[in-house]
Each structure stands twice: as C-alpha cells, then as structure tokens.
C-alpha cells in the first residue's frame, strides 16, 4: 500500500467496481428480457392419424397431449378398430387438453383416431424462454442454498471491515489516533 493512500481505499474501489459489475449485468438481463417479451413463438400444425385408443366409461387421453405447449386439440374422425365404421361426433366429447370422454352408454374398445393439434415451433425465442423459465423455476428451489450464500458474503465483508478498520487504527501507533 502507498504511503499516502488510506486505509481501505482499496477496498473500497474493488466495492465499487463490483457494485458497476453488478449493474451492468443486471441492465443486460433487462434490455435481453425486455426483447423475450416482444419475441413471438409460431405455433406448428400436427395431424395424428389411427392412434389406437378406446371410448368406454373411463376418459381416453391421446397420446401427444402430454407434448410441451399442447393446443388446438380437436377430433377429426373415430372409426371402430375392427370394421373401420366412423363413429358419430355426437358419441363422445373431445376436451382441450386431449382427453375423448364416452357420450353414450355404448363402449368401443379398440379405435382408429385421427386428430390434430398444435404445438410451439423449436425455434430461438421459444428455445430461450423455456431455458429461462426453467432457470427461474432452479433458482427458486434453491432459495434456501442462496439466502446462506448471501449470508456468508455479507458476513465475510463485515469481517475484512473490521479488519481494515482495526489495521488502520493500529498503523497510528498510538491510542489517540481513532
């Protein structure tokens, strides 16, 4: 340390360059969030055809109704397995998220179904709000993991303080010098 500097100046400018580190980060999250809000995500058509299925008394789901951004679920034909005959619109009850529910006391249980649904296109925007979503979603499970984290930093600061603080009154080499 030179001998005109001060006790903790140093210090004290490695705070505030971490403090304009800190900043800048947080500008360049906002300014990359403020273009994810604006980014579009186009949807992409899909056709299923002779997906095996049933319709009894219990609920038949589809199988790609579990696919990620699932939407636009609709029948486009039901015909019996076994003589290709097409069951009627009015014999079951399509639901959005992909479920065929039984409208009549008669059960099929094997069924050709054709249906079509939509899903978001593996694009960027979609590529990166996903990531980002599912970082948010790790950072708040581990909120306990971050809280110790800060703890200790703030603790550890507060530690060299007092040292620089001690350090620069014993540098005096008297009791008066405070």
């Known amino acids: 340390m030179a001998e005109n500097e001060v006790a903790g100046i140093g210090f004290m400018k490695q ?3 971490g403090i304009f580190v800190i900043v800048i980060i947080f ?3 906002a300014i990359a969030g403020a273009n994810l809000k604006t980014a579009s995500i186009t949807q992409e058509s899909n056709t299923i055809l002779n997906e095996s299925g049933y ?4 609920q038949y789901t589809v199988t790609n109704a579990s696919t990620s951004g699932f939407t636009g679920f609709s029948v486009t034909e039901i015909r019996n397995a076994s003589n290709q005959i097409v069951i009627g619109v009015a014999n079951y009850t399509a639901i959005s998220n992909g479920s065929i529910i ?3 006391v008669t059960e099929w249980e094997d069924v ?15 590529s990166i709000i ?4 599912s970082a948010i979603s790790d ?8 809280l110790v984290l800060g703890s200790l930093v703030v603790l550890i600061s507060i530690i060299v303080i007092i040292i620089l603080v001690v350090n620069r009154v014993s540098m005096g080499g008297g009791k008066n010098n405070l």
Do not use: E, Q, R
């Open 139 to 146: 950072f708040g499970s581990n909120v306990a993991t971050w």
């Open 130 to 133: 996903d990531s980002f979503t």
């Open 55 to 58: 319709i009894n008394s219990s």
């Open 112 to 126: 050709d179904i054709d249906y079509a649904f939509s899903k978001p296109t593996s694009g960027v925007a979609g």
């Open 15 to 17: 705070l505030a360059v």
């Open 27 to 29: 500008f360049a999250l």
């Open 102 to 104: 039984n409208a009549t």
